[in-house]
Each structure stands twice: as structure tokens, then as C-alpha cells.
């Protein structure tokens, strides 16, 4: 008796993948290791910036990620966001890309890590990231 729409309201297969989802998601310690890989990407990234003397700081909310080239400790508002290096957010989206890494292009837009990302891709993350800092 509720009216229902949607692209893929009821979908076997989209209701499929929603359940293993919850599914995932329940595993206890699930969120607590989504942290620590999104922890371990920033602190790398922020060794790279810092080795090589690049204003950069980081802000965290569990998968969700941000960095922005500034020199604030912690990045909190919009306004401080808007005093961030554009230029060099651009240089470094730029120079990631040709490594073969892929972040959101806009120094507006958050990251995001996934329960998928291994501690593999995280290094070569932060490689990428090392290399294209020391030319910054």
C-alpha cells in the first residue's frame, strides 16, 4: 500500500548488495581498521609535506578524509579553507593523476579511503605523494 520509486527501489541484485554491505559493515573492529588506514595516509602524507618543507595539514572524521596546503594546524572552517594554496592543491591533484593516483579535484571535496584499500596502496599513495612534494 506505499507507493515506491526508483531506479533501483527493490532491485534483487542492488537489495543483494545492500545486505552484504550491512553485512560488512557489522564485522566487529570494521570501522576501528577504516580509521587506522585513513590515519596511516595522512600521517604519511604529512611526513611527505613536511620533508620537503610544503605548508600541508590534514583533518580526519573516520574514512573521511581532507588535506589542504596551508598553514594551520588543523583546518576547521571554510574561511581557513578558503586561505589554502589553490594553485598547489592544482599542481599536486595534477601530479598525483600522472602517478596514477586518483583524488577528488577540487581542494572542496573530501576523500575517502575504503575497507578495500591495502596497506599497499596506502605506501604507493604516500610514494606518489613524497615524489610530487619534493617538487612543490
Known sequence: PVYQAGTLSGNPIAMTAGLKTLELLSVDGFYETLNAKAAKLLTGLQAAADKHGVAFSTSQVGGMFGFFFNDAKKVETFEQVTQSNMTR????????????????????????????????DIQATVDAADDVMQGL
Open 89 to 120: 592543491f592544482n599542481q599536486f591533484f595534477h601530479g598525483m593523476l600522472e602517478r596514477g593516483i586518483y583524488l577528488a579535484p577540487s581542494a572542496y571535496e573530501a576523500g575517502f579511503i575504503s575497507s578495500k584499500h591495502s596497506d599497499a
